[in-house]
């Protein structure tokens, strides 16, 4: 069995990196655990967010990397992330802020033999 990928994008979600891409040059993504913009996906311009040595690569979206913190990951390792894009406001510093369009995670929990077939991560 193929290992279902960890972080997945809805069409909606490529089409607005694309955007972004165009705008901004090469992007990096990072899953929000903190208080301020909830559990949203924060997307930066690479360069522009530091990633910590515990920090987790869960895959890429449209070629753009996605990480998530260790400590979020652990709660979060038995789910699939979507990312998906919805009416509203982005995170303050999330490039989609003012686009009238933000990123919003969805989750789904991994079946024990989709969870059985994962590559080991963190």
Same mark, same amino acid.
């Given at each position: 069995?193929?290992?279902?990928?960890?972080?997945?994008?809805?069409?909606?979600?490529?089409?607005?990196? /694309?955007? *972004?891409?165009? /705008?901004?040059? =090469?992007?990096?993504?990072?899953?929000?655990?903190?208080?301020?913009?909830? @559990?949203?996906?924060?997307?930066?311009?690479?360069?522009?967010?530091?990633?910590?040595?515990?920090?987790?690569?869960?895959?890429? *979206?449209?070629?753009?990397?996605?990480?998530?913190?260790?400590?979020?990951?652990?709660?979060?390792?038995?789910?699939?992330?979507?990312?998906?894009?919805?009416?509203?406001?982005?995170?303050? !510093?999330?490039? =989609?802020?003012? @686009?009238?369009?933000? !990123?919003?995670?969805?989750? /789904?929990?991994? @079946?024990? =033999? =989709?969870?059985?077939?994962?590559?080991?991560?963190?």
């Amino acid at each position: 069995m193929n290992p279902s990928p960890r972080v997945i994008a809805t069409d909606a979600t490529v089409a607005l990196i /694309r955007t *972004l891409r165009e /705008r901004h040059g =090469e992007l990096l993504f990072f899953q929000s655990g903190g208080c301020c913009d909830g @559990s949203a996906p924060m997307c930066y311009a690479q360069g522009e967010f530091i990633l910590g040595d515990k920090d987790v690569h869960l895959g890429e *979206l449209d070629g753009v990397p996605f990480y998530i913190g260790a400590d979020q990951f652990e709660y979060w390792k038995h789910t699939q992330l979507i990312i998906d894009v919805v009416a509203g406001n982005g995170g303050m !510093f999330s490039l =989609e802020n003012g @686009s009238g369009k933000r !990123f919003l995670t969805r989750s /789904r929990l991994f @079946s024990d =033999e =989709e969870y059985d077939a994962l590559p080991a991560l963190a």
